[in-house]
């Protein structure tokens, strides 16, 4: 009820003034080659959207981007003179009040913000929003719509509602709500985009939605790391983190090493350190679809919940793992995927329709995964052609032996994974999105 009075109060304070923005921007038309990119939540962290936002300006399109401004996205968007991106205010959670108060200010909150910001910004012929989160952006997505003549696109990454019942479970209120209003709001839209086959059936059948499905692709940036460049980032990494730093001995001080590598003085010529260790990556977000706890449960019988696991690291007593939670420039995130030996990933989705990105950019970087089984994974990783599949923690051990057993033997599985990899045709993110997004808009 109080959440309902604050809602009111908010709109009939900022109606007429946003009724009359709206009226004057009407009056000037749409651009039809202007778009807005639309992600609540944190460009930085927001890769796909980051994607389409490039690949729009590249297509001749002026391009807004909206979202918060918490990490630094690529760079290639700041120098992009086609592509404008305004930093959205994010409420910080209120710490009084019933739960069910603090949320519905928040919701409020969001949805006056985002209508004045889009509003006060040159119409755009479509507006693409990221999907979750979607309360309350698709409905002053479509309300924008409405007035400025806007096509809403809205590019479907999972379900909201799922994600929120990790946390308050499937029943609650909130993931109720949640979903009724995903549901009702999504069919609003002119084109919906979808990152899985298994969405996108899921979709048609479950929520009256027709989507075309578009996979994640990597990035141009994201390939093998030349040895010269991975020397480089260990030796940055290794002026804060000591794993990546050599290990103490007699050694020529004439010889620049890290932890992997070494180059020669002389001529300068970088090699791989003779009886390096192995470079596994697990990248995380650290949230509640990664159980993180199966990785460490694996190296164990080998060998915002980021504190918990830190605590769990800390009483572990690994003898021949040394362990790294380090946080990455963006630029540097794609050279240590390419420089690394085995990626694995822990990614559960919480609806069981999307797939995990972060082993997209690893294949971009022909860098083979272990990856833990659930639906439609298979649209991805194909188990012992470019990686392996597991079930849990003794499942995953067992497979990090095997593959590391013979470490760095080039005869072995976990080099002819990479290899397959290597010789198997992808498609990069652009021409992708040139054959499957450009045509949508093009008919639309």
Known sequence: ???????????????????????????????????????????????????????????????????????????????????QIVGLTELQRLTVGPHILQYGVKVVFQAVHLLWRLMCREPAAYIFLQNPPGLPAIAVCWFVGCLCGSKLVIDWHNYGYSIM???HGPSHPLVLLAKWYEKLCGRLSHLNLCVTN?????????????????????????????????????????????????????LDPATERSAFTEQDPRSGTVMHLHGRPALLVSST?????????????????????????SRLLSQKRFRHIQVCTPWL?????PLLLGSADLGVCLHKSSSGLDLPMKVVDMFGCCLPVCAVNFPCLHELVKHE??????EDSEELAVQLQMLLSEFPDPAGKLSQFRVNLRESERLRWDESWKQTVLPLLMDT
């Open 1 to 83: 009820m109080a959440a309902s009075c604050v809602a009111l109060a908010a709109l009939s304070l900022c109606l007429p003034l946003l009724l009359l923005v709206a009226w004057k921007r009407w009056r000037r038309g749409r651009a039809a080659r202007h778009v807005a990119v639309v992600v609540l939540g944190d460009v930085g962290r927001s890769p796909r959207m980051q994607y389409h936002a490039l690949s729009l300006a590249k297509r001749g399109f002026s391009v807004t981007l909206l979202g918060f401004c918490n990490s630094k996205p690529r760079e290639e968007l700041l120098q992009s003179d086609r592509i």
């Open 165 to 167: 019942g990790l946390v």
């Open 198 to 250: 298994a969405m996108r059936e899921d979709l048609a059948g479950n929520w009256g939605i027709k989507a075309v499905t578009v996979y994640d692709k990597p990035a141009s940036f994201f390939k093998e790391t030349p040895l010269d460049l991975q020397h480089q980032l260990f030796m940055k990494l290794g002026r804060t983190y000591s794993v990546f730093r050599a290990r103490p001995g007699p």
């Open 285 to 309: 977000s650290w949230t509640e679809d990664e159980d993180f706890s199966i990785l460490l449960a694996a190296l164990e019988s080998k060998g915002p919940l980021k504190e918990h696991y």
């Open 329 to 333: 420039e963006a630029e540097d995130y």
């Open 385 to 390: 052609e470019n990686g392996l599949v597991f």
